[in-house]
């Protein structure tokens, strides 16, 4: 056990991968641990709010004219778009909550976590990107929640197949065959960066 129970400024955790790969699932699942002192960072979106999602819990949905405000108005730590729909993370609230010593995940599309990569370059940024057991695996997952129409399924497989490719940008690559065991690997991850980084602050 490290002595600090949090670090002076939280960690950023970046979890991403290809559509269809489950970060939800294991984002949840890695938030158990309430004494990794996570805290979930919610994007803002322009997507329609899927039946079992809840503002302001699983994303703030809001119209494109507000996304766009917030836009050019430089809110957005990241933002990306897909299938006509805009994602992004407001940068005031991750840093307060990092300033507070929490370690926030931010649970991202691929595009985004480059920017996020590109514009906050220290060691209290932990990267992971989420692979499925098979590329055959993502489609039955992404086809078996049939949400959408089969066109932006397909655009989301093309996608994805981009996107694999870019998993050794990563810290970290997990295989996401088992939500338990796929989690407690991240949450093991996650404990020995803050155990490394505690030590550090102590010297």
């Known amino acids: 056990m490290f002595k600090r129970k ?3 400024k939280g960690l950023l955790i970046i979890i991403s991968g290809p559509s269809g790969v489950g970060k939800g699932t294991i984002r949840r699942q890695v938030m158990t641990d309430r004494s990794l002192r996570l805290v979930y960072s919610i994007s803002m979106t322009t997507r329609s709010r899927r039946p079992h999602e809840r503002e302001g819990f699983d994303y703030y949905f ?3 004219e507000e996304f766009d405000k917030s836009l050019a108005r430089n ?3 990241e933002w990306a778009e897909f299938v006509g729909n805009r994602y992004g993370t407001p940068a ?3 840093e307060k909550l990092r300033n507070e010593g929490m370690n926030v995940i931010l649970e991202i599309e691929v595009e985004g976590a480059k920017q996020v990569m590109q514009k906050v370059r220290d060691d209290h940024v932990l ?3 989420l692979i499925p057991p098979s590329f055959e695996a993502l489609k039955e997952r992404i086809t078996r929640r049939s949400t959408e129409p089969e066109a932006i399924i397909n655009e989301r497989l093309e996608k994805a197949k981009r996107e694999m ?3 050794n940008e990563y810290d970290f690559v997990v295989l996401n065959d088992s939500v338990k ?13 803050i155990r490394q980084l505690a030590h550090n602050e102590s010297k």
């Open 62 to 64: 809001v119209s494109r």
């Open 127 to 129: 990267t992971i990107f």
């Open 75 to 77: 809110e957005f730590l």
């Open 6 to 8: 949090c670090l002076k």
């Open 92 to 94: 005031t609230a991750v």
């Open 165 to 167: 490719v870019l998993q």
């Open 181 to 193: 065991r796929a989690s407690a690997e991240i949450q093991k991850i996650i404990r020995t960066r």
